[in-house]
């Protein structure tokens, strides 16, 4: 009866360690990253006065040149007013290859467009900004191909609502305290600490993403960079003072659609 009884406890005390062992290496339980955009993007069609204004086949001060790929020669113009006292209202890209222009009136490029050829696949990147203001900048991607002799055409487009839920599926997040980890399945992507103590704690719903998505056009290989904001019980606005961008690759097929694969967590120059 004595073994019986020495044999138990040390059966029950290599149980306790195992479940302990096993606890301390779980993965704790994720909340989903919520989105700020609720549906598609619409981007309209450009004002008439924007295809009156690249009708008139003439590049002058009033275009933005966004690239100049003199080895290719690949050109791109975004118009920026249609006359002294006009704006473009954000739209109107003319693109020029071998000295054959195309116009992409309905493009809209916003304040600040990219653009970037790629000589190997013989495809123009392209971003313009969907949503911009105070604390918000969106951007929509464009793939434009360039076929013999014809104009170039849009060959694939991600809306901001796409790219939005196609990270969220990808990102999920603990709080502990002050403490905000990100998670990627089963990866942690890293742990930041919130300094914001005015706000009455955070929501339930905490982390949210859809605000701040642009895209990296200096590398061979697309990223997108999209920074989560943290919601507080009060005042119901997002914050990004502690956040870093969330960095992932971009694939696109030759369907136009497209996936994402989290690199990681960009560097911050608070780090």
Request: with cysteine; glycine share 8%; proline share 3%.
């Amino acid at each position: 009866m004595k073994l019986f009884r020495i044999l138990y406890i040390a059966a029950l005390a290599i149980l306790v360690a195992v479940v302990a062992v096993s606890c301390k290496d779980k993965k704790p339980e994720t909340k989903p990253v919520k989105g700020v955009i609720e549906e598609a993007v619409r981007e309209g069609a450009a004002p008439e006065i924007v295809n009156a204004t690249l009708d008139r086949h003439v590049i002058d001060r009033n275009f933005e040149l966004i690239l100049n790929d003199t080895v290719n020669n690949v050109h791109v113009w975004s118009l920026v007013s249609c006359d002294t006292a006009t704006s473009s209202e954000g739209f109107g890209i003319v693109v020029a290859k071998d000295g054959r222009a195309t116009i992409l009136a309905n493009i809209r490029h916003g304040n600040t467009p990219a653009a970037r050829y790629n000589a190997a696949t013989g495809e123009l990147w392209l971003t313009g900004v969907s949503i911009e203001g105070t604390g918000t900048h969106v951007e929509r991607f464009y793939k434009i191909g360039f076929n013999g002799e014809g104009p170039a055409q849009i060959v694939a487009t991600i809306d901001p609502y796409e790219m939005q839920q196609a990270l969220c599926r990808e990102l999920q997040y603990t709080i502990k305290g002050e403490e905000i980890s990100l998670y990627t399945g089963e990866v942690l992507l890293g742990t930041v600490t919130n300094t914001v103590t005015d706000m009455g704690g955070f929501d339930e719903d905490a982390v949210w993403l859809g605000e701040q998505i642009s895209y990296d056009l200096n590398g061979d290989q697309l990223f997108v960079n999209a920074t989560p904001g943290v919601n507080f019980v009060t005042g119901k606005v997002l914050h990004y003072d502690d956040m870093p961008p969330v960095v992932a690759q971009v694939d696109i097929n030759s369907d136009g659609a497209f996936h994402v694969t989290i690199a990681g967590l960009a560097k911050t120059s608070k780090e």
